[in-house]
Each structure stands twice: as C-alpha cells, then as structure tokens.
C-alpha cells in the first residue's frame, strides 16, 4: 500500500475560487474586496511589523549589545579532509590556488582548514590557515609539512 492508494475523504478538496469572473459568480465586481479601502487597491499590504502607524515594537525596544555588521563578519572557513588529498602527487607543494583547481575549494582567498579525516600516503606541503591535532599528526606521519599562512585579506 502506498499514498495513491488512499482514497480522499469527501470534501476535503475545494475548488479554486475564481474571482471577479461576472456577478453570476457571486464574487464579481470587486472580487470579494468589499467597496472602497486600503485592502481593496491594488499592492496594498503592511510590511511585517507595521502597527498602523504608530512606533513598533522593534523601535520601542531598547537595544543591547554589539552587533557585527555583514563586513565586520570572519568568512566561513574552508574544510579540506586528508582523505581529499589523494588526487595530489607525491611531494607536491598544495596552495590554495592548486585547492581550487582541484575543485576541493570555493575561494582560495578564504580561510582553509585541514581536518584529519581519512589517510594520507604521499608526502605533502601543505599551505593553509589552520590544521587539527589529528592532520598535523597524519601528515607528519606520511613524511609531510604543513605551512600555516596568515591571516588572508579576507579575514
């Protein structure tokens, strides 16, 4: 038994209201918008938290705290796994532009992190922002280095 199997209960399924369709409709002329209005003009509507006009709440509230602004904000940082890795060459010096172009990447501006899921086989130099105890151990095993960069210009 699937979903298509159950029957509708009756009723349960209206029709769509069509409006403004002739008054022997029973909703034509103004289309169930009543006679003269705000509501009844086209684009009419309150942004969310209007209160007909008098001060919102959002404004009569006391506001507290630091707010970081969208600038202000440290970008999401990159996640590279170990196991990732593999498509590199043994010895081979892995930036984030050779990151990005393995598509391992969106930004090779941004911050990258070497987690240690997986394994690592070939002797790498890693260039990146920051590495868990675990990779650092891994890629030390395996012979390699990891490089830490500074901060980026990105924050």
Not at 122 to 144: C, I, N, P, Y
């Amino acid at each position: 038994m699937d979903i298509s199997m159950i029957p509708s209960v009756p009723g349960a399924r209206h029709r769509r209201k069509r409006v403004g369709r002739g008054i022997g409709s029973g909703h034509g002329k103004t289309a169930t918008r009543g006679q003269k209005g705000q509501r009844a003009r086209t684009g009419s509507g309150k942004r969310p938290g209007f209160e007909g006009g008098r001060t919102p709440l959002i404004r009569r509230l006391p506001k507290r705290g630091f707010r970081q602004k969208a600038t202000g904000r440290p970008h999401p940082l990159q996640i590279v796994n170990l196991r990732q890795l593999d498509v590199c060459s043994e010895g081979e010096r892995v930036t984030p532009e050779r990151l990005k172009a393995l598509g391992l990447i969106d930004d090779a501006a941004g911050r990258i992190k070497l987690l240690g899921d997986g394994s690592l086989t070939k002797r790498l130099t890693l260039l990146v922002h920051g590495a868990s105890e675990s990779a650092k151990a891994k890629v030390q095993q395996a012979g390699g280095t990891i490089e830490f960069q500074e901060r980026s210009d990105r924050t």
